[in-house]
């Protein structure tokens, strides 16, 4: 199993989440390219990580993660979706993810989960 390699869909089976209230809404607009996502994989540079086609900064979060930062590391820079899903993580964490570290969403890429419904209760 590749977590750094995106797929073109990007698609999986997640619960629903409602959109949490106070989510600024620009990153809607933003593609980032692999490229770019690539790119942020160090703390110094910024750590990005994809979930469910959208891009998330997690930097701020790297000391605060409930499974260390390691996990975080591992997968900094790619696409992060099966290991996150894998984890079971809660709705909670996905608002939390969606209130502070979401910045864009993937070029080419069929957003998914959590993030599809974040952007269509937009």
Known sequence: MNLFKLRPSC????GASPIPPGLRK????????LCELSAKKLPEEGLWISLHGG???????????PGGPQVLLSCAGGDATTAFDEVGHSRKAMDIALRR???GLMEDCEPSGFVSNAISRG
């Open 55 to 65: 891009v998330f900064d997690i930097t701020s979060f790297l000391r605060g993660h």
């Open 26 to 33: 620009e990153w809607m607009d933003r593609r980032i390219s």
């Open 101 to 103: 570290c979401i910045v």
């Open 11 to 14: 698609t999986a089976v997640v």
